[in-house]
């Protein structure tokens, strides 16, 4: 029988400042699994929440970057890390049988290509879900105007039949 998780995307445009919050959070709604954008982490950063491992995905420089998290409950089954890391995109993605949840940011100045997306998509396999900011608007999704990037990311999902998920409301 398939386990129904219960998965939410923050951006956290800082995570350590959010410590608390994110702790409150996650313990309220019981949450399984928060894919966390926009950490804003260098690799001495950490954070931890009891029941939980927190996977990160840092700039190697030791600057602050918008790097990514996964924050995943330890009784889920799941293996190993896998850290994408690409000048436009940064993303940590964990297994969890069938399925691969990564959460991916995408810095607003650099422009992503069809073949930048195609690769990120094609490495996480057949089952997926990438959440995050990636800073593509697209009206599709509810985005006031469509930009390139937006374009492009709905040109790739389209073409290999992926879905999004939104509430189709602007987010700021």
Same mark, same amino acid.
């Given at each position: 029988?398939?386990?129904? $998780?219960?998965? #939410?995307v923050w951006n956290a445009n800082g995570l350590r400042q959010h410590a608390q919050e994110i702790k409150l959070f996650i313990q309220t709604f019981?949450?399984? *699994? $928060?894919?966390v954008s926009e950490?804003? +982490?260098i690799n001495r950063s950490h954070i931890t929440i009891?029941? /939980?491992?927190?996977?990160?995905? &840092? !700039?190697?420089?030791?600057? #602050? !970057? %918008?790097?990514?998290? #996964?924050? *995943?409950?330890?009784?889920i089954k799941h293996s190993g890390r896998t850290e994408y890391r690409h000048e436009n995109i940064k993303?940590?993605?964990? &297994?969890?049988?069938e399925t691969t #949840?990564?959460?991916?940011?995408?810095?607003?100045? !650099?422009?992503? @290509? /069809?073949?930048d997306y195609d690769r990120f998509f094609k490495i996480l396999g057949n089952s997926f879900i990438a959440g995050g900011d990636y &800073?593509? @608007? &697209?009206? +599709?999704?509810?985005?006031?105007?469509?930009?390139? @990037?937006? %374009?492009?990311? !709905?040109?790739i999902m389209k073409n290999n039949n992926l879905k999004h998920l939104s509430t189709r409301q602007p987010t700021y």
């Open positions: 029988m398939a386990q129904i $998780l219960q998965i #939410v019981n949450l399984d *699994i $928060l894919l950490t804003c +982490f009891p029941n /939980y491992n927190i996977y990160y995905t &840092n !700039h190697p420089d030791e600057t #602050v !970057h %918008r790097s990514t998290a #996964v924050i *995943i409950r330890q009784n993303a940590i993605e964990d &297994n969890t049988g #949840v990564s959460a991916i940011y995408c810095p607003p100045k !650099h422009q992503n @290509k /069809y073949d &800073n593509a @608007k &697209n009206s +599709f999704w509810g985005s006031r105007l469509t930009t390139t @990037k937006g %374009r492009g990311l !709905h040109k």
